[in-house]
């Protein structure tokens, strides 16, 4: 079978590569939780091509660890082509899709027979692994010359990145801005104010119900100013915000009228985006009513891995496997040794749910997943 990559960035250069290979073309995009599953398990039952903007695949839940500790990041961003050994890798965004094939921003045009989207948030991070080093770098030495540090959000982004300085700089002054009644708006109540209630023992200040005006703030700037006319002094500001879903790229092309009000792409039990037999959805992208977390991304890449399977073997559909949404399970970081924890019927805080997250935040089982060893080797 032909498989096709053609670049198409002006009319001189186009050129046209065409490799022979067996098997059918699967194309995933996005080389995040959900999408670095697909590409690994399937490299040797079909010909993948795995699209993502960046050359390697970060565990976000560990980038607010990174930030206090840089060399933490030597372990959790992980070169796509590490476990990745047997398809391709194109490094950009896709752009459009049509029936057959995917643009990239770069003038890729790659055709399949089947497309995973796994796009979840927008978020522009560098394209080389040692640029997004460099960046934890500057962000830590950022934290480390500073006194008072204002963390704009308090959803799981902040809430971790404030656990994470106050427990390894408990001389900084952490304030905390959100503008909803509550931390961690995701999970319940219950969460949010036992939240509300460690980080102030570590000295964190938390103001609720406000958002920082960042209109017109140049950087060296001390005097944030809120919704209610406070002002707030600090010698640096971290946003943590939450980021979009990357799926307005999706709004001009086929797949326009299987996306929600929300941007979320509508997707049947099997996960495939409803109505289609050859394009599936996973990860925070899709509308299934369940928290956004990455496990679950993980157990809707595994489905869709089987699927896939089943579909190239030529067996039925009875075959396939069928994804169901889960209760509520959530697990938030706090420093090195704390966490909080939702769980169906319970919420604890303390040393029990920080031995489940909060030392290693699950990155040598992420790295086992991938196939890598727990530590790096040192060369
Ligand atoms: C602070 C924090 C803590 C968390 N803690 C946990 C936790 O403890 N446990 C847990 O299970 N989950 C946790 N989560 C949630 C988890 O990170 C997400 O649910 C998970 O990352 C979703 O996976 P995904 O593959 O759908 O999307 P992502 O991991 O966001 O990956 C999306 C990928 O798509 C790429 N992409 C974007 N647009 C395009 C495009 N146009 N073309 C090609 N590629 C594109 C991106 O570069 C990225 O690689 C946490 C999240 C946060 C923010």
């Not at 902040?158 to 300085?165: H, K, Q, R, S, Y």
């Not at 869709?304 to 559909?317: H, R, S, T, W």
Request: net charge neutral; proline share 3%.
């Amino acid at each position: 079978m032909a498989i096709e990559v053609e670049n198409v960035i002006g009319e001189e250069t186009t050129q046209r590569i065409e490799m022979e290979k067996d098997g059918k073309r699967v194309v995933i995009l996005g080389g995040g939780v959900a999408g670095s599953v697909v590409a690994k398990s399937l490299q040797f039952h079909a010909h993948v091509t795995l699209i993502d903007p960046k050359e390697y695949f970060e565990i976000p839940w560990a980038n607010l660890r990174s930030m206090v500790e840089p060399s933490f990041a030597e372990r959790t961003l992980i070169n796509h082509r590490d476990y990745l050994t047997n398809g391709d890798i194109v490094t950009s965004n896709a752009i459009t899709i049509t029936e057959t094939e995917v643009l990239t921003a770069d003038g890729h045009r790659i055709g399949y027979d089947y497309l995973v989207i796994a796009t979840g948030h927008a978020d522009p991070v560098p394209k080389t692994r040692s640029a997004r080093l460099d960046q934890f770098k500057e962000d830590n030495q950022k934290i480390k010359s500073a006194h008072s540090i204002l963390i704009i959000g308090g959803g799981p982004t902040g809430v971790e990145l404030a656990g994470e300085i106050a427990v390894d700089f408990p001389d900084k002054k952490v304030i905390l801005v959100h503008k909803g009644s509550r931390l961690l708006e995701f999970i319940g109540e219950k969460a949010g104010n036992k939240t509300l209630k460690w980080l102030k023992s570590k000295n964190v200040v938390v103001k609720l119900e406000q958002r920082v005006d960042l209109n017109g703030f140049t950087d060296g700037q001390k005097i944030y100013r809120t919704s209610n006319g406070e002002t707030i002094e600090a010698d640096c500001h971290f946003l943590c915000i939450g980021k979009p879903l990357s799926s307005a790229w999706l709004k001009e092309t086929v797949l326009k009228n299987d996306l929600d009000s929300q941007g979320r792409i509508q997707v049947d039990e099997k996960l495939r985006v409803n109505g289609r037999g050859n394009i599936f959805a996973i990860g925070d992208i899709t509308d299934i009513r369940e928290i956004k977390q990455g496990f679950l991304a993980q157990q809707q890449a595994e489905v869709v891995v089987n699927n896939l399977k089943v579909i190239i073997q030529g067996a039925g559909e009875c075959r396939m496997e069928t994804y169901r949404a889960h209760s509520a399970i959530a697990i938030v970081s706090l420093g090195r040794k704390d966490a909080v924890a939702q769980f169906p019927f319970l919420t604890i805080i303390g040393r029990i749910p920080g031995f489940i997250k909060s030392g290693d935040l699950f990155v040598g089982k992420t790295r086992k997943q991938m196939g890598l060893k727990h530590d790096i080797e040192q060369a």
